[in-house]
């Protein structure tokens, strides 16, 4: 197991546009999370799944944004109709389920809407 | 809602030397989790420490090291014979221990720079 995947490394696109972006776990985690990080910020939480269930949204996942995970395997993060605010990092991060267990993160993608 | 803060934008350190990062915290929960994450440029987060707070005993990996204040609710982190290597952001998190629901909550993080 090579630890968390991100795909893409890198999306540019243009304002309105929709984008996908998928994250493969370690495949015994069955824990799943999506945050966001802006320039000189840390990571905002966004969204976690148990297994195939999203257990959590936070406000700041506007009803543009979407997630998914479905087997418990994989996950696909999509924003639809992109704004430039929507210019970020997006980190998926994994772990087992457990108070002191730290995450796994992926080497993110990074999100250039212009 | 718990809230991390790390009042130190940025630090250097020589090669070799030692330096402290700082993290306040603010929760009303008395069982929680702590840690350290690095992220080097353009690399992944890694886990650097993590502390309990039921444990009185500071962390220890290593040259990395905690001062964990639970009454001050601050949780420090010291790095020893620093290295070139070390050279990244550092951020603290925070995880409530009462749901094993809650993600971790991030400060804002501490940019070092080691100097040869």
């Known amino acids: 197991d090579t630890g968390v995947s991100q795909d893409p490394r890198h999306k540019i696109t243009k304002r309105g546009q929709n984008v996908t972006f998928r994250c493969d776990p370690i495949?015994?985690?069955?824990?799943l999370y999506w945050y966001r990080q802006t320039l000189g910020q840390g990571p905002e939480f966004l969204t976690y799944?148990?297994?195939?269930?999203?257990?959590?949204k936070s406000r700041l996942l506007s009803d543009r944004f979407s997630a998914e995970r479905p087997k418990g395997s994989f996950s696909t993060l999509e924003i639809q109709r992109t704004e430039q605010g929507d210019s970020a990092m997006y980190l998926c991060?994994?772990?087992?389920?457990?108070?002191?267990?730290?995450?796994?993160f992926g080497s993110g993608t990074r999100l250039t809407v212009v | 809602a718990q809230t991390v803060t790390q009042s130190q934008p940025e630090m250097s350190v020589q090669e070799a030397e030692t330096v402290t990062l700082s993290c306040t915290y603010d929760?009303?929960?008395?069982?929680?989790?702590l840690f350290w994450y690095k992220q080097p440029p353009s690399r992944q987060m890694i886990l650097v420490i993590r502390?309990?707070?039921?444990?009185?005993q500071n962390a220890t990996e290593n040259r990395f090291s905690v001062n964990f204040q639970k009454a001050a609710k601050s949780f420090s982190l010291k790095i020893s014979d620093s290295q070139l290597g070390d050279a990244a952001m550092y951020f603290c998190?925070?995880?409530?221990?009462?749901?094993?629901?809650?993600?971790?909550?991030f400060g804002k993080g501490t940019r070092l720079s080691v100097i040869a």
């Open positions: 929760t009303s929960e008395s069982d929680y989790y």
């Open positions: 998190a925070y995880r409530s221990g009462n749901s094993g629901n809650t993600p971790l909550v």
């Open positions: 991060a994994s772990s087992l389920t457990g108070f002191n267990y730290g995450y796994t």
């Open positions: 502390q309990e707070a039921y444990k009185q």
């Open positions: 799944f148990q297994n195939e269930a999203q257990l959590e």
């Open positions: 495949s015994e985690h069955n824990r």
